[in-house]
């Protein structure tokens, strides 16, 4: 199994008229209806486009993005899914539902972190 972020970019739904939103919303929620149903579904959200900031290793905390980041992402589902090929299949059904382009990322899994959770610890 993997684990797949996909998302979309703030101002990736933009184009949508307003009085279109209630209807991509449903849309959107049958999806996740859908991955509910399938057992994918890990979570999904909005990020609060307000409020970025950023914490330095010495604790210093600065208001904004990493200074080389072009865009923020808008909204996001994680999936848990046996195939890439089935984290796009779902991706797809997103761009479907939110009316805009998907990206897919895989986590990249961490074996030692694996076992800590299988342990407990």
């Given amino acids: 199994m993997t684990r797949d972020l996909i998302s979309f970019t703030d101002g990736a ?13 449903r849309a959107a929620h049958a999806v996740v209806q859908e ?19 950023v914490v330095a290793t010495d604790g210093t905390v600065s208001d904004g993005l990493y ?4 865009e923020l992402s808008g909204g996001f589902t994680v999936v848990d899914v046996p195939t890439r090929e089935a984290a796009l299949e779902w991706a797809a059904k997103i761009a479907v539902a939110c009316r805009c382009a998907q990206e897919v990322r ?10 800590m959770l299988r342990q407990g610890r």
């Fill in 35 to 53: 991955a509910l149903t399938a057992g994918v579904y890990l979570f999904a959200g909005g990020l609060d486009f307000q409020r970025p900031g």
């Fill in 67 to 70: 200074a080389q980041t072009g």
């Fill in 106 to 115: 895989e986590f990249g899994p961490d074996p030692e972190l694996g076992e």
């Fill in 13 to 25: 739904m933009d184009h949508i008229p307003g009085e279109d939103m209630p209807a991509v919303a």
